[in-house]
């Protein structure tokens, strides 16, 4: 069965702190994601990556970092979190290479207070 | 412009009910389609994929108008279990790229 984990499901931070947000998959996919999703705006890509080590920018990277060490690891980074980023964080992964989109699979999200 | 455009509802129709939801995109190089469902508190799954010909799945029908640049989900005989909110997902042909509507939220009363 198809499974990505996020590492909390709650978290409360502090202005400035850095937060570290983690995600994995056991599906062996080559393509990982991070979205926020916010009432009245849905869900915004954040970064994404197609393979180990590399990264690209969403729609919204501004404030936010990622690392990919391994291809089963995406990482989700706030260098000093603010309260703006206060959200539900979503991971997501797909399979394939190339153009052709193939079904993303999300984790449970996370949800990051900021105070 | 919004990349993609849905009504946010809620839609509260009666169990039994047809009801249809439409999506409008603005890219016109769009090339794929899709419908997601998220249930309250849950993380968004792939309801269908939306083809030119249009499909069906049981009681659900998608279709895609690329002249007028819309995308239809049309459930027939709705169930209480058909509650949830349901996103629009368009791929403009960027990698692996996909933009998401805000989601229309339908209540299926009984």
């Known amino acids: 069965d198809v499974k990505v984990t996020q590492s909390s499901r709650y978290l409360v931070k502090r202005t400035g702190e850095k937060v570290f947000l983690e995600c994995v998959q056991d599906?062996?996919?080559?393509?990982m994601f991070w979205y926020r999703q916010d009432p009245g705006l849905g869900l915004r890509l954040i970064y994404f990556?197609?393979?180990?080590?590399?990264?690209e920018k969403g729609d919204i990277p501004e404030g936010y970092s990622v690392s990919r060490e391994k291809k089963e690891r995406f990482s989700l980074i706030l260098e000093s979190a603010s309260t703006n980023q206060t959200s539900m964080y979503l991971c997501?992964?797909?399979?394939?290479?190339?153009?052709?989109?193939?079904?993303?699979?999300f984790g449970p999200g996370t949800r990051l207070t900021v105070l | 412009r919004k990349e993609v455009e849905q009504d946010p509802g809620p839609f509260n129709v009666p169990e039994g009910a047809t009801v249809a939801f439409n999506c409008t995109y603005s890219?016109?190089?769009?090339?794929?389609f899709f419908w997601y469902r998220q249930d309250c508190r849950k993380e968004p799954k792939l309801l269908m994929s939306?083809?030119?010909s249009g499909n069906e799945d049981g009681r659900f029908t998608a279709q895609l108008n690329r002249a007028s640049q819309y995308i239809s989900l049309l459930i027939r005989d709705s169930k209480l279990s058909d509650s949830a909110t349901y996103l629009c997902?368009?791929?403009?042909?960027?990698?692996?790229?996909?933009?998401f509507g805000i989601g229309t939220k339908l209540q299926v009363i009984p």
């Open positions: 997501a992964s797909s399979a394939g290479t190339g153009f052709s989109y193939n079904e993303q699979f």
């Open positions: 599906m062996d996919h080559e393509n």
């Open positions: 990556s197609y393979d180990v080590k590399m990264k």
């Open positions: 890219n016109s190089a769009s090339q794929s």
């Open positions: 939306v083809y030119s």
């Open positions: 997902v368009v791929n403009s042909g960027g990698y692996q790229k996909v933009t």
